[in-house]
Antibody, heavy 121, light 105 residues
Framework: QVKLVQSGAEVEKPGASVQVSCKAFGYTFIGHYIHWVRQAPGQGLEWMGWINPNSGVTHYAQKFQEGWVTMTRDTSINTAYMTLNRPTSDDTAVYYC?????????????WGQGTMVTVYS | DIQMTQSPSTLSASVGDRVTITCRASQSINNWLAWYQQKPGKAPKLLIHKASSLGSGVPSRFSGSGSGTDFTLTISSLQPDDFATYYCQQYHSRTFGQGTKVEIK
């Protein structure tokens, strides 16, 4: 079965890095970009960026550039990672990974279950 | 950045109703648009891609139309499983609309 399985909930203090993992099952990991999308409590969806698992090349939404967010992958274990490097309470949200569509790479056809990240002092 | 404006933000409807949600882009995006459905506590689900192509396994009561700046998601006959929040997303900078919550009337 094609699926993305994310790591569990995280609770962290402001300024401490937080990493979320996204493990792919049932398809060729390097064949589809992985996107990250977040959703603050009670709010809408916000696209963060993508990583090409084949090359490791990344592209971040303008808001998430300048080292605030880092996307990486480990092809040996079919896993993508998203790291928040200097989180604040405003980064409290559910973080989703999503796969690019088989035939339409700009749509997201498979989503992870989401990881709740809570940042509080 | 291209802005996406969805309307309405909330919609009250009954089972069997025909429901229409609109999404307007701040500039032309051709047909580069997707629609997603999200239920509380769950990940979004792809419904429509490239403005009018039905996602895999999505019931045929869902349809999408439009090009340029104006797009529509239509549910031909609302079912109990369809009460959810719907988002459009443009491909250029991948901005989502603010969402439309479909509630039971």
């Amino acid at each position: 079965q094609v699926k993305l399985v994310q790591s569990g909930a995280e609770v962290e203090k402001p300024g401490a890095s937080v990493q979320v993992s996204c493990k792919a099952f049932g398809y060729t990991f390097i064949g589809h970009y992985i996107h990250w999308v977040r959703q603050a409590p009670g709010q809408g969806l916000e696209w963060m960026g993508w990583i090409n698992p084949n090359s490791g090349v990344t592209h971040y939404a303008q808001k998430f550039q300048e080292g605030w967010v880092t996307m990486t992958r480990d092809t040996s274990i079919n896993t993508a990672y998203m790291t928040l490097n200097r989180p604040t309470s405003d980064d409290t949200a559910v973080y989703y990974c999503a796969r690019s569509h088989e035939l339409d790479p700009d749509a997201f056809d498979i989503w992870g279950q989401g990881t709740m990240v809570t940042v509080y002092s | 950045d291209i802005q996406m404006t969805q309307s309405p933000s909330t919609l009250s409807a009954s089972v069997g109703d025909r429901v229409t949600i609109t999404c307007r882009a701040s500039q032309s995006i051709n047909n580069w648009l997707a629609w997603y459905q999200q239920k509380p506590g769950k990940a979004p689900k792809l419904l429509i891609h490239k403005a009018s192509s039905l996602g895999s396994g999505v019931p045929s009561r869902f349809s999408g139309s439009g090009s340029g700046t104006d797009f529509t998601l239509t549910i031909s006959s609302l079912q109990p499983d369809d009460f959810a929040t719907y988002y459009c997303q443009q491909y250029h900078s991948r901005t989502f609309g603010q969402g439309t919550k479909v509630e039971i009337k």
